[in-house]
């Protein structure tokens, strides 16, 4: 589920539609969470598919560490690639903000850890990769995780309106790296192995 404080807005001819939020929301906030509504498709089931539903799956999904496909049923599907994106995955089901993210900005992601099948070209911006590569999880898992390290610093410090969506066992856990008792999983924990 996406955070509350965001809307589907036309971006531009190069991106189409995107995420945007509608109000502030500070470093450290959960932005989306993996929920019951989310749908896990599992290979058998992606093979038995029309070839353009398999087509949409493709575009709208991305592949879990273990090989399945999980479609978003709301506007999490549409979060588009940046290189400087101000939201990361974490390894416990949820995204947070890595920066803060201000009202009228679009919200997105690095879809280097989404474990893309082929190498995606995106939409070109002010940044030193150009391309997006099925094993870039691998190679920029160290950076991501202490950007991710510092901003889960904040999590405690703001409102987590999802806060909910997140397992009491993963809410135990986050007590335990907020206190200095656990080191915070990787986020290398995403990479599906084929």
Same mark, same amino acid.
């Given at each position: 589920?996406?955070?509350?404080?965001?809307?589907?807005?036309?971006? =531009?001819?190069?991106?189409?539609?995107?995420?945007?939020?509608?109000?502030?929301?500070?470093?450290?906030?959960?932005?989306?969470?993996?929920?019951?509504?989310?749908?896990?498709?599992?290979?058998?089931?992606?093979?038995?598919?029309?070839?353009?539903?398999?087509?949409?799956?493709?575009?709208?999904?991305?592949?879990?560490?273990?090989?399945?496909?999980?479609?978003?049923?709301?506007?999490?599907?549409?979060?588009?690639?940046?290189?400087?994106? =101000?939201?990361?995955?974490?390894?416990?089901?949820?995204?947070?903000?890595?920066?803060?993210?201000?009202?009228?900005?679009?919200?997105?992601?690095?879809?280097?850890?989404?474990?893309?099948?082929?190498?995606?070209?995106?939409?070109?911006?002010?940044?030193?990769?150009?391309?997006?590569?099925?094993?870039?999880?691998? =190679?920029?898992?160290?950076?991501?995780?202490?950007?991710?390290?510092?901003?889960?610093?904040?999590?405690?410090?703001?409102?987590?309106?999802?806060?909910?969506?997140?397992?009491?066992?993963?809410?135990?856990?986050?007590?335990?790296?907020?206190?200095?008792?656990?080191?915070?999983?990787?986020?290398?924990?995403?990479?599906?192995?084929?």
């Amino acid at each position: 589920m996406m955070h509350p404080d965001t809307e589907l807005r036309f971006i =531009n001819e190069q991106v189409g539609y995107g995420v945007v939020a509608t109000k502030n929301i500070p470093e450290g906030t959960i932005t989306w969470v993996q929920d019951d509504l989310d749908h896990v498709f599992y290979s058998s089931q992606v093979e038995k598919l029309h070839p353009k539903s398999a087509q949409m799956l493709e575009k709208y999904a991305f592949r879990n560490r273990f090989g399945d496909l999980v479609l978003c049923w709301d506007l999490a599907k549409y979060v588009n690639h940046s290189f400087n994106s =101000n939201c990361f995955s974490t390894a416990y089901g949820f995204e947070i903000a890595v920066r803060d993210i201000k009202s009228g900005e679009e919200l997105t992601d690095d879809y280097g850890y989404l474990n893309l099948d082929e190498t995606f070209e995106p939409f070109q911006e002010n940044a030193s990769r150009t391309k997006v590569y099925p094993d870039d999880l691998m =190679n920029y898992h160290q950076e991501w995780d202490g950007i991710l390290q510092k901003s889960i610093r904040k999590f405690e410090k703001v409102y987590q309106p999802l806060i909910d969506l997140v397992s009491e066992g993963i809410q135990l856990e986050l007590q335990k790296i907020l206190l200095g008792e656990k080191e915070m999983d990787s986020i290398l924990n995403l990479y599906y192995q084929r």
